[in-house]
């Protein structure tokens, strides 16, 4: 009697490690990251991560306060690094702005409602 459902067969095998120190899986490292957060109200944060080590955060953000006529500031944060946050909701005057100075439009990843 022979039995194939009984043989021990390994579907991973030939793949190797699928978590492979060379390798991060599911970062979003080369994305730059817009988001919106709900303050009090009708407030919204704007919040900006992920800019190239090559554009000054604090020179983008003079630009922007003074673009978009709002208030803002940079935080450290441990996983994200130097994030930029303004106030109310300027996502897409912020890709306009970014896609404007020729950073790529698909590197740029807008979230929120």
Do not use: S, W
Not at 10 to 29: I, M, S, W
Not at 62 to 69: D, L, P, S, V, W
Not at 75 to 99: H, M, P, S, Y
Request: hydrophobic share 35%; aromatic share 8%.
């Amino acid at each position: 009697m022979n039995v194939q459902n009984l043989v021990a067969f390994d579907p991973f095998a030939d793949e190797g490690d699928p978590l492979d120190a060379n390798r991060e899986v599911g970062t979003q490292q080369n994305y730059i990251h817009i988001r919106i957060q709900q303050r009090n109200g009708r407030k919204t944060l704007t919040t900006l991560q992920g800019l190239p080590k090559e554009y000054d955060a604090k020179k983008l953000l003079k630009a922007f306060k003074k673009e978009f006529a709002c208030n803002g500031t940079i935080v450290d944060d441990e996983e994200a690094g130097e994030v930029i946050q303004l106030q109310g909701d300027q996502r897409q005057k912020i890709q306009l702005f970014l896609t404007n100075e020729g950073i790529a439009k698909n590197t740029i990843k807008v979230h929120g409602f």
